[in-house]
């Protein structure tokens, strides 16, 4: 039995050991990175400056707002091994407001994107909003997040390209 625990041990480090082939960082360095925020759960929606970004009541009683990304010139990861993929990019995005005070904000680690360096997109990545949000919302209260917001998302991907991109976005809160 213990054989066995050690063969499976072994098997998931030397996945997370490796990195991507390097045919795959030289094919993603061809492009130029970009990345362009959007919001969906099933569907990518862009999000344009001044756009309102909708709140989503999640199953453990918080809120949240489903980020989507497209990119270019990036790893990908692959798909059929699922998060944590070594291969798969990091995400991480924040709302602040102009006194750089977090209002939501959301990590994923090593997560494979659909498509390949010259077109990836991924949805449904959560960005939960802070705590004081959260209970001003549920509260009925003056919305805390009101007025201009900036979103701002950076995405590093297994070979270390990193790309960046920004956003002045408000919080619809209407939805509660």
Same mark, same amino acid.
């Given at each position: 039995?213990?054989?066995?625990?050690?063969?499976?041990?072994?098997?998931?480090?030397?996945?997370?050991?490796?990195?991507?082939?390097?045919?795959?960082?030289?094919a993603?360095?061809?492009?130029?990175?970009?990345?362009?925020?959007?919001? %969906?759960?099933?569907?990518?929606v862009?999000?344009?400056? %001044? *756009?309102?970004?909708?709140i989503?009541?999640g199953?453990?009683?918080?809120?949240?707002?489903?980020m989507?990304f497209?990119?270019?010139?990036?790893?990908?990861?692959?798909?059929?091994?699922?998060?944590?993929?070594?291969?798969?990019?990091?995400?991480?995005f924040?709302?602040? +407001?102009?006194?750089?005070?977090?209002?939501?904000?959301?990590?994923?680690?090593?997560?494979?994107? *659909?498509? *390949?360096?010259?077109?990836?997109?991924?949805?449904?990545l959560?960005?939960?909003?802070?705590?004081?949000?959260? +209970?001003?919302?549920?509260d009925? %209260?003056? +919305?805390?997040?009101?007025?201009?917001?900036?979103?701002?998302?950076?995405?590093? *991907?297994?070979? %270390?390209?990193?790309?960046?991109?920004?956003?002045?976005?408000?919080?619809?809160?209407?939805?509660?």
């Amino acid at each position: 039995m213990f054989a066995v625990w050690r063969a499976m041990l072994f098997g998931v480090a030397a996945l997370t050991a490796c990195g991507p082939p390097p045919e795959d960082c030289e094919a993603a360095g061809r492009l130029d990175p970009t990345l362009r925020l959007g919001t %969906g759960f099933a569907d990518y929606v862009p999000i344009r400056s %001044g *756009d309102q970004l909708g709140i989503v009541f999640g199953e453990q009683g918080g809120w949240h707002v489903w980020m989507a990304f497209q990119t270019t010139g990036l790893v990908v990861g692959h798909k059929k091994l699922g998060p944590p993929d070594p291969e798969g990019p990091t995400f991480t995005f924040w709302l602040s +407001n102009g006194a750089d005070e977090e209002i939501a904000a959301g990590e994923h680690s090593r997560i494979p994107i *659909d498509g *390949d360096a010259e077109e990836g997109e991924i949805l449904g990545l959560a960005m939960f909003l802070s705590s004081e949000v959260n +209970n001003a919302i549920a509260d009925g %209260g003056a +919305n805390p997040a009101s007025g201009d917001l900036i979103l701002e998302a950076e995405v590093m *991907d297994s070979c %270390g390209t990193e790309v960046s991109a920004q956003r002045r976005v408000e919080l619809d809160v209407s939805q509660r």
